[in-house]
């Protein structure tokens, strides 16, 4: 079986996260990924630990650059230049994060790319567009807290979430546009260019939150593990250990209440709707809870789960990777590699397919490690 991108040729000139998430992606199925970075240091991530594994290498950046083959280039340099444009100029797909206009004076900026490879999908991923935010340094704690994700996560104060997540949903929302792009040029031949931002990612990925500001003028505040709009549906007490309940409708609660040995609970008028629950949330928490704590989390969840109330402990990382392992999920993968004495273990793709599946095909590679193999696809010598 082949790659559902096989024959895909893309000029990765990204760093640190969501460019490279974007890129892994695609090279995952089936593209040629061609990763240019810095002479000597590499990308940005490459020094970003601990931790770092066995051979000495970030694992930050091993998570989101397999599949690609690493070629150094200094932009500045004519030689380097000239293999940077003549990539530039065979790519299908280029994806680049640089400050907006940075790349026009070494000629990879849109304009004069497209103008000798009027096919190109041009992916240029930037903090705050190529706009009057330009200026804007695009770091995902930055867009957390800019855009407003901060200020409904936390109990008591403003928290980041625990993972890059802006980043990583820009890469997410770039991979799509350049896929639907690639499927235009598919029918009319017709490159174009597709801008994804860290600010407008975030807040289409805001969703609910965000709708009830555009829809309703309301601003949405702290709430901890709570949900603005569903209740029970946050973290609770049980004997030995937190819990969460995420009780979606009115059947479920039903359920719940009588698994709780109190059925009364789903007919008070205080909780037998939704939007009553939501009113009255503080008194229904103290309900459960007084139920909750008489017995340890693992009971709970045999009986609810049984009961088709969804509910569940609070995994740490590792508990949850075991988790998808019992289901049969194969959340890791082993990537055998021939310039590597031993395979390198990495975090699955998460999309199965049928007939194109994702393939591992190479571990991430050193800076440079690929040059030869880089230019002979380019026809040009070693000099």
């Given at each position: 079986?082949?790659?559902?991108?096989?024959?895909?040729?893309?000029?990765?000139?990204?760093?640190?996260?969501?460019?490279?998430?974007?890129?892994?992606?695609?090279?995952?199925?089936?593209?040629?990924?061609?990763?240019?970075?810095?002479?000597?240091?590499?990308?940005?991530?490459?020094?970003?630990?601990p931790p770092f594994t066995a051979d000495g290498q970030s694992t930050y950046f091993q998570s989101v650059?397999?599949?690609?083959?690493?070629?150094?280039?200094?932009?500045?340099?004519?030689?380097?230049?000239?293999?940077?444009?003549?990539?530039?100029?065979?790519?299908?797909?280029?994806?680049?994060?640089?400050?907006?206009?940075?790349?026009?004076?070494?000629?990879?900026?849109?304009?004069?790319?497209?103008?000798?490879?009027?096919?190109?999908?041009?992916?240029?991923?930037?903090?705050?567009?190529?706009?009057?935010?330009?200026?804007?340094?695009?770091?995902?704690?930055?867009?957390?807290?800019?855009?407003?994700?901060?200020?409904?996560?936390?109990?008591?104060?403003?928290?980041?979430?625990?993972?890059?997540?802006?980043?990583?949903?820009?890469?997410?929302?770039?991979?799509?546009?350049?896929?639907?792009?690639?499927?235009?040029?598919?029918?009319?031949?017709?490159?174009?260019?597709?801008?994804?931002?860290?600010?407008?990612?975030?807040?289409?990925?805001?969703?609910?939150?965000?709708?009830?500001?555009?829809?309703?003028?309301?601003?949405?505040?702290?709430?901890?593990?709570?949900?603005?709009?569903?209740?029970?549906?946050?973290?609770?007490?049980?004997?030995?250990?937190?819990?969460?309940?995420?009780?979606?409708?009115?059947?479920?609660?039903?359920?719940?209440?009588?698994?709780?040995?109190?059925?009364?609970?789903?007919?008070?008028?205080?909780?037998?709707?939704?939007?009553?629950?939501?009113?009255?949330?503080?008194?229904?928490?103290?309900?459960?809870?007084?139920?909750?704590?008489?017995?340890?989390?693992?009971?709970?969840?045999?009986?609810?789960?049984?009961?088709?109330?969804?509910?569940?402990?609070?995994?740490?990382?590792?508990?949850?990777?075991?988790?998808?392992?019992?289901?049969?999920?194969?959340?890791?993968?082993?990537?055998?590699?021939?310039?590597?004495?031993?395979?390198?273990?990495?975090?699955?793709?998460?999309?199965?397919?049928?007939?194109?599946?994702?393939?591992?095909?190479?571990?991430?590679?050193?800076?440079?490690?690929?040059?030869?193999?880089?230019?002979?696809?380019?026809?040009?010598?070693?000099?």
């Amino acid at each position: 079986m082949t790659g559902a991108l096989d024959g895909i040729l893309v000029a990765d000139f990204s760093r640190v996260l969501a460019g490279p998430y974007a890129t892994m992606l695609l090279a995952d199925l089936g593209a040629t990924v061609v990763k240019v970075e810095r002479p000597g240091a590499g990308d940005d991530t490459r020094s970003w630990g601990p931790p770092f594994t066995a051979d000495g290498q970030s694992t930050y950046f091993q998570s989101v650059n397999r599949n690609k083959a690493s070629i150094a280039l200094d932009l500045s340099d004519e030689a380097d230049r000239e293999i940077a444009v003549a990539l530039a100029t065979r790519a299908d797909v280029l994806v680049e994060n640089h400050k907006p206009g940075a790349l026009t004076r070494f000629g990879l900026d849109y304009e004069q790319v497209s103008a000798v490879n009027p096919a190109v999908v041009y992916c240029s991923i930037s903090g705050f567009g190529s706009g009057l935010g330009s200026d804007l340094p695009g770091y995902d704690l930055l867009v957390q807290a800019m855009g407003g994700l901060m200020s409904i996560t936390g109990s008591t104060e403003p928290t980041k979430a625990g993972v890059a997540v802006v980043d990583v949903l820009t890469g997410l929302h770039a991979a799509v546009g350049i896929l639907a792009a690639l499927h235009h040029r598919d029918r009319t031949g017709e490159g174009q260019r597709v801008e994804a931002t860290l600010l407008t990612s975030l807040q289409s990925s805001l969703v609910n939150q965000a709708s009830a500001f555009v829809g309703a003028g309301v601003v949405p505040r702290l709430m901890g593990n709570a949900h603005p709009s569903i209740s029970p549906y946050e973290v609770y007490s049980a004997a030995d250990r937190p819990m969460i309940l995420a009780v979606g409708n009115d059947g479920q609660f039903v359920r719940l209440a009588n698994v709780l040995g109190d059925p009364s609970l789903s007919t008070d008028p205080r909780f037998v709707t939704n939007a009553a629950r939501v009113e009255n949330r503080e008194a229904l928490t103290s309900a459960i809870e007084h139920r909750l704590t008489q017995r340890p989390a693992d009971d709970w969840q045999e009986e609810l789960t049984a009961a088709g109330v969804p509910c569940g402990p609070i995994n740490d990382i590792a508990q949850g990777f075991a988790l998808a392992e019992r289901l049969g999920l194969e959340p890791v993968v082993d990537v055998a590699d021939p310039r590597r004495s031993a395979p390198q273990r990495q975090v699955a793709n998460p999309v199965a397919y049928s007939r194109t599946p994702a393939s591992y095909r190479s571990a991430p590679s050193h800076v440079d490690e690929d040059r030869a193999a880089v230019l002979a696809l380019l026809g040009l010598g070693p000099a």
